[in-house]
């Protein structure tokens, strides 16, 4: 197996993980920024821009996924064999480019809204504890 079969067929185990992956961790970003909505201008505009990002990338990966379940129910799939994996290897894509926008934004926030909130498990004193 050469090199690039190797990262193809990689591409679409990420891919079968980012079924799953790109739905929730999408869920999962937007339920913990919420609270940027009421912090300032910039909070909003970095909030509504994650939106459009997510939105746009699970738009994206269901696109796909239909082609994929196209492909399973013995429909038109493609002019190979591998044609299914391939779609795979696009999911998969999507994934790694999520992650690397939630990055992205997450530089952005801590660069424009300076330091988040203190998500430890210490007790303060705004939490009640002597």
Known sequence: MNPFEA?????AVIGLFGVTLIPYRSAMTLWSWHGLWSSSQAGRSLLFALCLVVAFICWAEASLLIQVMNCLSGQRCGPKDLSGVMLFCSV????????LALLLFRLAARHCLGARRNNSLKPTPLCGAA
């Open 7 to 11: 990262m193809v067929y990689l591409t």
């Open 92 to 99: 998969g894509i999507w994934c790694v480019l999520l992650e």
